[in-house]
């Protein structure tokens, strides 16, 4: 069992930035891929980024790409997500999640544990 708590997200101005981060508990943090989503309201859950369980691969959706990067400390059994320029679009509940592999394009159904979700909101 992995436990993930998700922190760092709240209200933003358009160009600004945050950094979420998700910490976990229970099994080996570094034998998980782990992985940002995000769910805007009425919309499907989306991928973000994802990071492989060594860091040494990542994958960013397009929207993301140059905006945002993700990154882990498995020392803190933590993985980040810095994100700037954000804009309104960018508005969601972000959720971390952990996998043994991600498949090349990640998708939310092969998730194996979920975060409870922080909402991100930016303003125009």
């Known amino acids: 069992q992995v436990q993930l708590v998700e922190s760092g997200g709240g209200l933003v101005q358009a160009g600004g930035s945050l950094r979420l981060s998700c910490a976990a508990s229970g099994r080996i943090f570094s034998i998980y891929a782990m992985g940002w989503f995000r769910q805007a309201p009425g919309k499907e859950r989306e991928v973000v980024a994802t990071?492989?369980?060594?860091?040494?691969?990542?994958y960013y959706a397009d929207s993301v790409k140059g905006r945002f990067a993700i990154s882990r400390e498995n020392a803190k059994n933590t993985v980040y997500l810095q994100m700037s320029s954000l804009k309104p679009e960018d508005t969601a509940v972000y959720y971390c999640?952990?996998?043994?592999?991600?498949?090349?394009?990640?998708?939310?159904?092969?998730?194996?544990?979920w975060g409870q979700g922080t909402q991100v909101t930016v303003s125009s």
């Open positions: 999640a952990a996998d043994r592999k991600w498949a090349t394009i990640p998708r939310a159904d092969e998730a194996d544990y």
């Open positions: 990071i492989s369980s060594n860091g040494g691969t990542t």
